[in-house]
């Protein structure tokens, strides 16, 4: 219905202006605007009751919704029965606050059919008029189920005794295509009423719903409003319903259960009278509403020979357990049932008080080294400094596992006081997932605690074995101050090969702009894959360059070392970053060259686009390099590109 509505006012304003200035009306009626100043009612129930198009009609309808009185009536209700009208007449009516109103809408009943019958009993709902539940009663037998419909959906919202009782009468008989109407307005009813407080009454119609034949939305909307009206009786009603097969009412009673607050002793009281089922439904309902009175009971479910009660028990203990059950926990951590295992540590992680993470790291000295990696992980998930100690205890371990959760702590929160342990199980281990971890942690740290980390590091690479020397090599580019960047260009010159290729590639990704110097001198190295690294470290500088002059004359360098088609190709590419003219006075030249003629096209449409949009004066010699792009390349795609670019230079 809303959305017809929005349709037909979007309509009404597109129309409206053909409409209005048609020139066969004799006395055309005042226009009306639905977002113009307030309107005089009087010109507007004129336009209702004269000949205006159904568009200005219906904006007088929604203006008089905000401005009509008691004078409105008439002509509002004079529309419910048209067809196209209907709806907009009604919501004006719904919010009058006028008895005249009521009594036009009711006195509709009578007067119309079909949907504008339906939509007039929906308002007389909506306005909660207690006066038309006895014009709208016989309508639940109407032979048009819609109508049938509409008329329960309002007696719901009505709610008064009559209104009630003649739902009640209606419902044992209704047919099937109206029942679950009748139903629903009953438990509407039953809102209503027991938000005015009167509990009795809507418990009375609430139990009446509670037949086993009823629909099953039914019956759980019935027991919910039992809950809420009989507080009392509602904990036996729970009770029962987790002891019976049906189980959809059992977790709708769990529901409840997490939903109230009363009979926590209670309900833990009765867990173990009840079936399996039921227990794991009352268990959940118990971890859900939090209250800690539960403990006890849960803890002693967790000995049920039933998985899934005890499934349930365990993550009910991770909302209402503590410090205390950490030892009993863990326990189940070991559990040849992965899914008990895994709920465990779920658990475990579900609580977060300070104490439980002092009791689990003491937990981790006496556990099994597949329960210490566990109770590591954990510690680490959760952030906290027992973590660190629990990985300093353990970076020594026998058990390789144990070891790499060890470092996958420090990895995540070490600091440089524990860069030490970290240095001696990098030159330990003959693991490589060990070694990975451990460099990962050294990295961390390294980039966190640098100017700390340098001196332990470069003494420990002294007399590391090749792998160590290596991981620590690579970590220098974390710490990427003057002393590290020294320390890798010593290592260009170490005898061991794998040694000075490594620092090559460290140097080549060095971050900042004092490497520029070696990465020049590396990249006019004979040996080619050298070269390589150190052109396109260097190159990689000068694009990052924020010094327009500077980038410039490091590219000029650096073209100047390019003697390969590839070699040019990285240099070419880094010439299109230049917004400068000096940029494309390179750059066109090289469309001469069949070998490049790509790249520097490429380049320079990259460049003068740049360039044209953010500066005017520049557009010029950008158009002029981008024309000689059109003219000399012959790749579709460039040419393509190139048509782009010169439209943008040209708006």
Same mark, same amino acid.
């Given at each position: 219905m809303k959305r017809y509505m929005f349709c037909s006012v979007a309509l009404a304003c597109c129309l409206l202006p053909v409409w209005a200035g048609a020139q066969d009306q004799p006395q055309p009626e005042k226009k009306v605007r639905a977002d113009g100043p307030q309107q005089d009612e009087a010109q507007l129930i004129a336009v209702l009751q004269g000949s205006a198009a159904w568009a200005e009609k219906e904006l007088a309808c929604r203006a008089l919704r905000r401005v009509g009185t008691a004078q409105s009536v008439p002509a509002l209700a004079a529309l419910l029965g048209d067809e196209k009208l209907s709806h907009h007449a009604r919501y004006a009516l719904e919010v009058m606050p006028f008895p005249e109103a009521g009594q036009a809408?009711?006195?509709a009943v009578a007067t119309t059919s079909g949907l504008q019958k339906v939509g007039v009993v929906t308002t007389l709902g909506a306005?909660?008029?207690?006066?038309?539940?006895?014009?709208?009663?016989?309508? @639940? !037998?109407d032979s048009n189920p819609d109508i049938a419909r509409a008329a329960a959906g309002a007696l719901g919202r009505i709610a008064t005794p009559e209104a009630v009782n003649a739902l009640t009468g209606a419902y044992a008989g209704a047919p099937e295509a109206t029942k679950m109407a009748v139903a629903e307005g009953l438990l509407a009813a039953g809102d209503r009423l027991s938000g005015e407080g009167k509990d009795k009454q809507a418990a009375a119609i609430y139990e009446g719903l509670l037949a086993p034949e009823a629909p099953e939305s039914v019956r759980l909307g019935a027991f919910r409003g039992l809950a809420h009206t009989q507080p009392r009786q509602s904990m036996e009603r729970v009770l029962?319903?987790?002891?019976?097969?049906?189980?959809?009412?059992?977790?709708?009673?769990?529901q409840l259960v997490a939903e109230t607050t009363e009979g926590t002793r209670r309900y833990a009281g009765a867990l173990g009278k009840l079936p399996p089922a039921g227990q794991v439904a009352l268990l959940r309902g118990l971890a859900n509403r939090k209250d800690t009175a539960a403990h006890h009971a849960v803890v002693k479910t967790l000995d049920s020979s039933e998985t899934d009660v005890k499934l349930a028990a365990i993550h009910a203990l991770g909302a209402l357990g503590g410090s205390v059950d950490v030892a009993t926990l863990t326990a189940l951590l070991g559990a040849e049932d992965q899914a008990v295992a895994g709920?465990?540590?779920?658990? @475990?992680?579900?609580?977060?008080?300070?104490?439980?993470?002092?009791?689990?790291?003491?937990?981790v000295s006496g556990a099994a080294p597949a329960v210490r990696v566990q109770l590591i992980g954990l510690l680490t998930d959760r952030m906290t400094p027992e973590a660190v100690a629990a990985g300093l205890q353990n970076i020594g371990d026998a058990d390789l596992n144990v070891r790499i959760a060890s470092l996958e702590?420090? *990895? !995540?929160?070490?600091?440089?006081?524990?860069?030490e342990v970290?240095?001696?199980?990098?030159? !330990?281990? !003959?693991?490589?997932?060990?070694?990975?971890? *451990?460099?990962? *942690? @050294?990295?961390?740290?390294?980039?966190?605690?640098?100017?700390?980390?340098?001196?332990? @590091?470069?003494?420990?690479m002294q007399d590391a074995n090749l792998e160590a020397r290596l991981a620590m090599l690579r970590t220098l580019v974390q710490i990427r101050n003057p002393k590290a960047l020294e320390a890798v260009v010593a290592a260009l010159s170490d005898p061991e090969k794998q040694i000075s290729d490594e620092a090559a590639r460290v140097l080549s990704n060095w971050p900042t702009a004092d490497a520029a110097p070696y990465l020049l001198q590396l990249a006019q190295n004979e040996d080619a894959t050298r070269k390589d690294l150190g052109l396109r470290g260097y190159v990689r500088l000068a694009r990052e360059s924020g010094d327009v002059n500077q980038k410039i004359e490091m590219l000029n360098t650096a073209m100047g070392l390019a003697k390969e088609p590839k070699e040019k190709f990285v240099v070419l590419a880094a010439w299109g970053t230049v917004q400068d003219k000096r940029g494309l006075d390179v750059l066109v030249p090289f469309l001469d060259d069949p070998a490049v003629v790509n790249e520097a096209a490429a380049a320079i449409l990259q460049a003068a686009n740049d360039m044209g949009r953010e500066n005017a004066e520049l557009r010029p010699p950008a158009l002029e390099a981008v024309k000689a792009v059109l003219a000399k390349s012959t790749n579709e795609a460039i040419l393509d590109r190139a048509n782009v670019v010169m439209g943008n230079l040209s708006k």
């Open positions: 809408l009711r006195a306005r909660h008029d207690a006066e038309a539940a006895p014009v709208i009663g016989p309508l @639940l !037998q029962e319903a987790m002891k019976g097969d049906d189980a959809k009412l059992r977790n709708f009673a769990a709920a465990a540590r779920a658990a @475990l992680a579900a609580m977060k008080t300070p104490e439980v993470n002092s009791a689990v790291f003491a937990a702590a420090l *990895a !995540q929160l070490g600091t440089a006081k524990e860069v970290v240095l001696a199980s990098l030159k !330990q281990t !003959q693991d490589a997932k060990e070694r990975s971890t *451990a460099t990962r *942690a @050294l990295g961390s740290i390294s980039a966190h605690h640098g100017e700390e980390v340098l001196p332990l @590091l470069l003494a420990s």
